[in-house]
């Protein structure tokens, strides 16, 4: 007589045959999450004021120009995952040049929900002053700043899966010297 007769047998194949149908369904659930709820959204970063706090221009004896910008920011955060970084900083160039940074306090971002994001960004000339464009700029009434700023932390879902992250944001600022006001674009990116 063998080891296993054939009602074993008959046991065995359809006992392995529910695993893996069972196995096979928890795959397609999990690859349906992943790419419906779990999927990495981008932030949508928009402006919610930006206000030209002061303008000192000083002509003589040297040339000097201070501008104060403030900025709040709303993130709305699209995933169901909450994001928590690090302290960081705001970069400002003008047309390339270094012209300001701003410090970033570290905070979190809730799972599918608005954050803002305020800032002051103090911008010197001396460092672009001496830019061929800046004159021409200066004189026509509108100066053009990009900023750009990288987070990085952790993402955290339903409190159990945790996987690190960077997001990137980029703002278009102009700054209106006439009328004494600002505009601001922005975009995000999140890398995991």
């Not at 999927?39 to 501008?67: C, G, I, M, Y």
């Not at 970033?104 to 809730?110: C, G, L, V």
């Not at 954050?115 to 100066?143: M, R, W």
């Not at 004494?180 to 674009?185: C, E, F, G």
Request: glycine share 4%; proline share 4%; with cysteine.
């Amino acid at each position: 007589m063998g080891c296993c007769n054939s009602r074993t047998k008959k046991t065995l194949k359809i006992g392995c045959g529910i695993t893996a149908i069972l196995l096979i369904t928890l795959l397609i659930v999990a690859i349906v999450l992943y790419f419906t709820i779990l999927k990495p959204k981008d932030p949508k970063v928009t402006t919610q004021s930006v206000t030209l706090e002061s303008v000192r221009l000083e002509p003589f004896p040297a040339f000097h120009l201070n501008v104060t910008i403030s900025l709040i920011l709303t993130i709305h955060n699209r995933n169901y995952g909450s994001f928590k970084y690090d302290s960081s900083r705001a970069y400002v160039a003008y047309r390339g040049d270094p012209a300001a940074e701003a410090p970033i306090e570290a905070d979190t971002i809730p799972a599918r929900a608005d954050h803002d994001l305020n800032t002051t960004v103090l911008i010197d000339a001396d460092g672009f002053s001496k830019n061929p464009n800046f004159s021409g700029d200066l004189f026509s009434g509108c100066l053009n700043f990009t900023s750009s700023t990288t987070l990085h932390g952790k993402v955290t879902v339903w409190k159990v899966l945790k996987l690190k992250a960077t997001t990137v944001s980029t703002c278009d600022i102009s700054v209106f010297t006439k009328f004494l006001n600002a505009t601001s674009v922005c975009k995000s990116k999140i890398k995991f």
